[in-house]
């Protein structure tokens, strides 16, 4: 599985953003799509998840009710639209997967729980 996202850019407080993570290769049915992202100086913290077979989907709670993530099947990419962002947005973000089971409920906010990484894209928020 190959992750490639893209979508990231400069953008003012309160602006929106769509990021893409466009995937290839073997995609199986329980595969669940993670993102994360890394500001500056700090740890790699997960956002969002959706799980291609149900397509239900979990956020972080500083993002929650802002960013939306979805995944459009016949172009097998993941997208996380970004609405109302905030300076504290500022950070590159990743997209990973996993198709793997997991014992954990939470499994999907670990990122040592994902095989599959993209590169990252960066966002930048000016305040």
């Known amino acids: 599985v190959q992750l490639q996202a893209s979508g990231g850019g400069l953008v003012q407080a309160g602006w929106s953003l769509r990021l893409s993570c466009s995937i290839s290769g073997f995609i199986s049915d329980d595969l669940a799509i993670g993102w994360f992202r890394q500001a500056p100086g700090k740890e790699r913290e997960w956002v969002s998840c959706i799980g291609k077979s149900d397509g239900s989907t979990y956020y972080t709670g500083s993002v929650k009710g802002r960013f939306t993530i979805s995944y459009d099947n016949a172009k097998t990419t993941v997208y996380l639209q970004m609405n109302s962002l905030k300076s504290e947005d500022t950070a590159v973000y990743y997209c990973?997967?996993?198709?793997?089971?997991?014992?954990?409920?939470?499994?999907?906010?670990?990122?040592?729980?994902?095989?599959?990484w993209g590169q990252g894209t960066l966002v930048t928020v000016s305040s």
């Open positions: 990973a997967a996993d198709g793997s089971l997991h014992a954990s409920s939470g499994w999907y906010k670990d990122k040592s729980e994902y095989v599959y």
